[in-house]
């Protein structure tokens, strides 16, 4: 397992957008499939976007296609999840994920063995 730490959360409008980041140390990321999570009171964790190793692979569920993006920054270690067009359906605590694998990524959170502590992102009405 490697340490993961997520930031960026926050109280937003209804159509306001936030970026998220995801970041380690003593590992390089890049080396690491990586998703992202949200899960809201009284719901079950929802697989929002991954991206492969090599970022051959990238996935978006269908909740949040063409508002939400993932993307790495490998001179930052780091990996961001850009959120536009919030709603308050998107509103949660959002977690980032690891694995070491080949070059592929699934939303399944079984799919992961490192994660982080959550970033609560609220969107109001």
């Known amino acids: 397992q490697l340490p993961l730490v997520e930031s960026g959360g926050d109280l937003v409008h209804s159509g306001g957008s936030l970026r998220l980041s995801c970041a380690t140390s003593g590992f390089v990321l890049n080396y690491y499939a990586v998703g992202w999570f949200r899960q809201a009171p009284g719901k079950e964790r929802e697989g929002i976007s991954c991206?492969?190793?090599?970022?051959?692979?990238?996935s978006y569920a269908d909740s949040v296609k063409g508002r939400f993006t993932i993307s790495r920054d490998n001179n930052e270690n780091t990996v961001s999840l850009q959120m536009n067009s919030l709603i308050p359906e998107d509103t949660a605590v959002y977690y980032c994920?690891?694995?070491?694998?080949?070059?592929?990524?699934?939303?399944?959170?079984?799919?992961?063995?490192?994660w982080g502590q959550g970033t609560q992102v609220t969107v109001s009405s």
């Open positions: 994920a690891a694995q070491w694998t080949q070059e592929y990524c699934v939303l399944s959170p079984q799919g992961y063995n490192s």
């Open positions: 991206i492969s190793r090599k970022d051959s692979v990238i």
